[in-house]
């Protein structure tokens, strides 16, 4: 075990710090980031729209979320090819790059065949679905624009500096305008469908009960080593967007909702992330209650935040993170959760969330009733409680008396 520990802190984490800190891998993590504000105003008008249903004399908000997070895909060209430039350093870029990357990805998402002239599937083509058709455009037009950075075109030349600007953005411009024009009008290439195709198997596995525990895992995994869970979001993003659209539109159609890997499920239930990633509410329960004077101190501190579901103070403050003592139940809890929600919402003993509410910072069991409309859901909630109060409780105990031999030293 403490082999295996070395490696984890002085080889594996290390590396996989740098790989993650390359500008491309940068650059999505970054764009995952900057769209959270807007997929949350979508989140607030869907939560709204709740109370809505109970109040329907109160005005209707539904253009907000329909031009926040119903054009999300055009949000993320935008920032996927803005990060880019901004990690590649070509500041010149950021701007122009974006608009340009929303500009490819309308000619992308421009209706074909019988629906040709439909300003409806042109606005369905740019909300949640189309996500990774977002990502393909940003990061396409941030390739060519990275590439012709590099060239420094004109940069020792007699022609005036804002002239060389122009040329240098209007080169780029029509190489990515004019590749996909070609591609989409006169190839009649559907690329938004070509796109999804290649995503959709990765959408498929994420729908599975063992795509949901793999996610769930790599996650905590990688948190327990002080890698941010933000640099999944754009692998979980696509498969979490796409669910919950799915979800949505099969209600809308009086049909069940069928898909349980969202992020509703994943976070805003607050059962996978009971007090955060690796679920350390029950941890931070029992620190509260701690011999160890230095334990019962962090974990009064850390009980409010870990409330609302924030849980980095417990996890650099306990520590978690490289504790081997503590990693492994946060382990099992990434193992456990999923498979706990999973088993209750295939068999219908807990309502699949069909409304998008990213909010996780909602103190549980709260959220957890408020996302699923099933107040068996607060059941659900306590029993999952202790159970990971029982995975923590022997390694905190053996954590507890290592602690209790150093202030008795």
Not at 189 to 206: A, D, H, Q, R
Request: proline share 6%; charged share 10%.
């Amino acid at each position: 075990m403490n082999q295996f520990m070395k490696w984890l802190s002085d080889s594996f984490a290390p590396t996989m710090k740098d790989v993650f800190a390359k500008p491309w891998l940068s650059a999505i993590a970054a764009c995952m980031q900057k769209i959270i504000p807007f997929i949350l105003t979508g989140s607030l008008i869907f939560f709204y729209n709740v109370i809505v249903s109970f109040v329907p004399a109160l005005p209707d908000l539904s253009p907000i979320a329909n031009y926040s997070f119903g054009i999300i895909t055009l949000i993320v060209a935008f920032m996927m090819a803005n990060q880019c430039m901004e990690k590649l350093k070509h500041p010149q870029y950021v701007i122009n790059a974006g608009i340009t990357a929303m500009c490819v990805l309308c000619m992308v998402a421009t209706p074909q065949g019988e629906n040709a002239d439909s300003l409806s599937a042109f606005m369905s083509n740019l909300g949640a679905t189309g996500i990774a058709v977002g990502m393909i455009a940003g990061l396409f037009v941030a390739l060519v624009f990275h590439l012709w950075g590099n060239l420094n075109f004109l940069r020792d030349s007699s022609v005036p500096d804002f002239v060389t600007a122009w040329i240098n953005v209007l080169i780029p411009n029509v190489i990515t305008l004019g590749t996909t024009m070609v591609l989409v009008f006169n190839l009649k290439l559907n690329l938004l469908e070509l796109i999804l195709s290649v995503f959709m198997p990765l959408v498929k596995v994420g729908q599975t009960l063992p795509g949901f525990m793999l996610i769930s895992f790599v996650i905590a995994f990688f948190y327990t080593m002080g890698i941010s869970t933000w640099l999944w979001n754009a692998v979980t993003t696509p498969i979490f967007m796409v669910a919950i659209q799915a979800n949505i539109d099969a209600v809308a159609a009086g049909q069940q909702a069928t898909n349980i890997v969202t992020s509703e499920s994943f976070y805003t239930l607050a059962f996978i992330t009971m007090g955060g990633v690796c679920c350390t509410l029950g941890l931070n329960v029992l620190m509260c209650f701690s011999k160890s004077r230095q334990l019962k101190t962090l974990g009064r501190v850390f009980i409010a935040p870990s409330i609302f579901n924030i849980n980095e103070p417990i996890m650099f403050g306990a520590p978690v993170v490289f504790n081997p003592l503590l990693m492994i139940p946060a382990w099992i809890n990434a193992l456990v959760g999923p498979l706990y929600v999973w088993i209750l919402m295939s068999s219908g003993l807990l309502h699949i969330p069909a409304k998008m509410i990213q909010v996780g910072q909602i103190p549980a069991p709260i959220c957890s009733m408020m996302i699923t409309e099933d107040v068996r859901a607060l059941l659900w909630w306590a029993i999952l409680f202790v159970i990971y109060l029982v995975i923590w409780y022997p390694f905190f105990k053996v954590y507890e008396k290592q602690k209790l031999a150093e202030e008795q030293a």
